[in-house]
């Protein structure tokens, strides 16, 4: 399953604060987009919007054929968008497999066994409770819990904040093993080499709204223009 | 020690059954509480309807081990509907606080309690156990009455199978998941409003099934709901919000100061359920299993 992703004009916010401006983007099928900014532009609630735990206030999200903002979170979950959270939300008192196994919907392409094999650091673990765990097991954790719901749409929400180097690695191995799968992704991310060495399109945020969109190669072409979007000094 | 195990041995196994009843009413609140963070204190009233469904099919017929069996039966019917009516009732309020939620249910609890006792009365209501249970045993040489047997047995099975749900099946995983993070589990695709609907009506139904279990040692009467509310709370807050096993512990706890406690040192039969719970509160705020995770 895989699907286009078109966002027009999304505004939200947290009570009379208005986070989000007015953000358009897209993301194609089977397309890994980039999302960068500092801090506080809105990427986050931008995740929190399109899987629904905050309601938009005005604006369109496509799914496919299909309108999903203002949708309830578990319908929008159905309608193919699944989350990496930041800071991962891997349910405590449940063993790893329990993790799991609540996200299986009957999958055949997503099953427990595969995850284990793509990662068998879970399948050493599955009997260890969530709060147990690494981060960085963690957050594999996180990723395999929402590739098990056979999403069309993955959102990654930093996925290597907090991990060490070398478990980033491995993170960014799971990542690019995806790629055969057809699965769009909008991937939050603060490591610039994380982002750019799995994303086909960068997009940066500012103050709620899109100010760049390009592919990945021709953002990395014009340094300069990068770090000043970026405010990088 | 042994002659005082011998000479309080019926106490401490009247307090195990009374425990196991405090059990039955306590899980349902421990639930409904951890996942869906409601405090419902018209759970006595849940309890209470059991027992009078428990004296209407009673009255109305002998009280052989089928009929007792269906006032069970009618009791877990009613007390689902009764809890999916409540949890409907207390989603509006769902992010209005704790005080807002105990006011609504107290009134409901209210509600009930003078409709319980404009059709059954004021004067306590007896029901007598049924027919193959209603004799009495020999327990290490004394005279013991089965059915308070049967009350345990039926207890010990029930914590059991609640336990065996919750730690072992998938949708246990998901109750679990759900007090730890309702809104990631919204994100995997599960509707947590019909989740929460099904807890608050199984919480519900445990009551009302208690509430018919122990009529035969309880009986029914104005006030019993108030009772049990109290004593479940109690046991909730030494037990450990949302555990089974902790409400189980909790209510064994509270079974034995109710009575071996109050047999031991009647002069401060008032202070001892309440003593206790300050002690465990002192000693271990998230509970005796608690993991604190819900405070």
Known sequence: MSADLVVTNLRAGYGVSTVLDGVNLTVGAGEVVGLLGRNGVGKTTLMSTLMGWLSPSAGSVRLGDREIAGLPTHQIARAGVAIVPQGRRVFAPLT???????????SQRWTIERIFEIMPRL???RRNRGDQLSGGEQQMLAIARALLLDPALLLLDEPSDGLAPSV???????????????????LVEQDLHVAFSVADRILVMQKGRIVHDSTTEEFRSDGERGRRLLGIA | MFGFFSSNLITVVDGIAFGVLLFTIALGLSLVFGVMDVLSLAHGSLYLIGSYIAVSVSTAFTPTLGFFVLALVLAVALGSLAGAGLSFLTRPLASRGHLDQALLTLGVAFVVGDLLAQQYGREVRTVAPP???????????????TYRLVIIAVGLALAIAAYLVIERTKMGALVQATVADAQMVRALGVNTGRLMTGVFAVGAALAAFGGVLGAPILNAAPGLDNRVLILGLVVVVIGGLGSVAGAFVGALVIGQVQTLGVSLAPSYAAFLTFGAMALVLLLRPAGILGKGRLA
């Open chain 1, 96 to 106: 790893v497999e329990n993790n799991l196994r609540i996200a299986h919907k009957g």
């Open chain 1, 168 to 186: 980033v690695t491995q993170v960014m191995e799971i990542l690019a093993s995806l790629r055969g799968e057809g699965l769009s992704v909008l």
């Open chain 1, 123 to 125: 399948a050493e673990r």
């Open chain 2, 131 to 145: 027919s193959p249970f209603d004799g009495s045993v020999s327990v290490f040489g004394s005279t013991y009455p």
